[in-house]
């Protein structure tokens, strides 16, 4: 289904049961649970599906050894069952992935080996392996580049890892499979309420045409992470601040920094926080960061002493040692957290548990939470909804849902196998014209045809949906996406009937965006 069909059903359609505002991995979940028990459901989202938090993650499926480590025992083993859900129903988008500690004091060795283990434990019988003590030889094997004074050993354990972005626009396929309606560039301009002021819909604006529209439904549900607090404020002006964003920083380095497949993780840094560098796409992902701000924002920088933590924690187990000319990208998130009840709450001893909230007007407002327990997120949130009697009941259908694109197996070593069964069709369009066989930029492994399939199946609108979030580029090499945006804006402009002005404009905004992703 194409967006001019979508943008029929939302103009045609009188009412809706389940109506969603946001299409991060928390909006798009709760799109996905509703359609398929069966509730006619719109979701729109002001920008591109993923386009804030939700493409920016450290691209871990994980029950979070750190919140084990803060005795949240229950949110790691809701999300160690969630994990494990998710790499039997997204295949083709996740891998176990091998994660090394290394020790530098045999107390490290015996703590994290024991710690560990009980990990394992919490994740029952989806646990994705066992965790175990090796020696220094092994932790130097397994880690080519680690620093080896004073190395005593390590523990390796198993976690996920996963392409965010391309689960979050499956997860819109998935819905819109289902009979959802789901709009990316639909911004929500205000909530509508009946006589006894209860909200039951939205006024919406199509950010492409600037046409405007009424959607009425039995429930409506915030799921816009870190902006929860601004549709909060359109029911309630006078409603309290539910959400302080943390700021989450990454910066991609090549690959030869840490070669081989396993990842390498830091449990506690100079601040007590949690280091990760973990192979992704070819690259090596390195971060995070956890600093409170005081404002939502689509775009967020990284901090001066955000990308200074990270090169000088690398470089202290590196024995190659990362620069700022060594950054390919660098990119920034934010959380949605609990608002701290006091002032000076420090971000890591924040909850990670999500809340969902009804507000009097019966607006429901779900926050927190994280990538890893988006479908239970989405089950508990529908589950409210039924609860408070505007929905009747239908029983979940995620837990065994094959997530479109669901291939049996796929090669992990296979550049291009996020794809999954649409890789065939994306490999008919080169059959049919050869010249889409082209690559976009040397070393990468994107070629036009791909560029064709994002726009004529995957709802892409923008220069940068197609360079950040269907193919994964800009968070990749920044440069590299800068070098390939011309040719993907003429394809786009070929398809979307644009004109050179066009063209002109998103060139200048791409190359804008992409200044945010580079440090050089």
């Known amino acids: 289904m194409n967006r001019m069909q979508l943008i029929s059903d939302l103009s045609s359609t009188k009412s809706w049961d389940v109506i969603v505002i946001g299409g991060g991995a928390t909006g798009l979940g709760i799109a996905m649970d509703a359609a398929t028990r069966g509730y006619k459901t719109l979701l729109v989202e002001q920008a591109d599906y993923s386009k804030g938090t939700s493409s920016k993650a450290t691209k871990l499926v994980h029950g979070g050894v ?49 710690g560990l283990k009980f990990y394992d434990l919490l994740a029952g019988k989806l646990s994705l392996g066992a965790s175990k003590y090796i020696n220094k030889k092994k932790t130097i094997e397994a880690l080519p580049t680690i620093r080896q004074e004073g190395l005593k050993g390590g523990v390796v354990y198993h976690d996920g890892q996963f392409d965010d972005s391309r689960l979050a626009l499956n997860v819109a396929q998935t819905a819109i499979e289902n009979g959802a309606t789901v709009l990316n560039y639909v911004k929500v301009t205000g909530l509508l309420k009946d006589n006894n002021k209860k909200v039951n819909g939205i006024v919406a604006k199509d950010i492409e045409t600037g046409n405007t529209y009424e959607a009425h439904g039995k429930v409506v549900i915030n799921a816009t992470g870190v902006y929860v607090d601004n549709i909060l404020h359109m029911d309630r002006p006078d409603a309290p601040h539910m959400v302080r964003p943390s700021q989450g920083v990454h910066i991609t380095l090549d690959h030869s920094f840490l070669p081989g497949d396993n990842a390498l993780m830091i449990p506690e840094t100079d601040d007590g926080r949690v280091l990760f560098a973990v192979p992704w796409h070819g ?23 955000e990308i200074e933590f990270i090169l000088n924690t690398a470089a202290k187990y590196l024995v190659k040692k990362p620069t700022r000319k060594d950054v390919l990208a660098v990119f920034a998130g934010l959380r949605p957290l609990a608002a701290p009840s006091k002032d000076g709450a420090k971000t890591k001893e924040i909850s990670r548990s999500h809340k969902i909230i009804v507000s009097e007007s019966g607006l429901i407002t779900i926050t927190g939470g994280k990538w890893t327990t988006f479908r239970r997120m989405a089950q508990d949130t529908i589950d409210k909804a039924i609860e408070t009697g505007v929905l009747s ?13 669901y291939v049996q197996t796929s090669d992990e070593n296979d550049p291009l196998r996020f794809y999954g069964a649409d890789m065939t069709a994306i490999n008919k369009l080169v059959a049919e014209d050869h010249s889409l066989g082209e690559l976009l930029v040397p070393n990468f492994p994107y070629n036009k045809a791909m560029v064709i399939w994002a726009i ?35 394809l786009m402009a070929r398809e979307l009937n644009r004109d050179a002005a066009w063209i002109q404009a998103e060139l200048k905004d791409f190359e804008t965006l992409a200044k945010g992703y580079t440090l050089n």
């Open 66 to 114: 750190r919140y084990m480590a803060q005795g949240d025992l229950g949110l790691v083993r809701e999300a160690c069952h969630e994990r494990g859900l998710l790499l039997k129903n997204a295949p083709h988008l996740t891998k176990n992935e091998t994660f090394v500690i290394p020790n530098y004091s045999l107390f490290n060795n015996i703590k994290y080996t024991i």
């Open 283 to 305: 690259k090596l992902i390195v971060g995070t960061t956890d600093t409170l701000r005081d404002h939502p924002e689509l775009e967020p920088h990284a901090l001066e002493q």
């Open 393 to 405: 009941a239908k029983e979940c259908k995620t837990e065994h849902l094959p997530i479109h694109g």
């Open 456 to 490: 004529r199946n995957e709802y892409a609108r923008r220069v940068e949906d197609v360079l950040g979030r269907r193919l994964r580029l800009l968070f990749l090499d920044v440069h590299a996406a800068i070098a390939a945006a011309p040719v993907v804006a003429q």
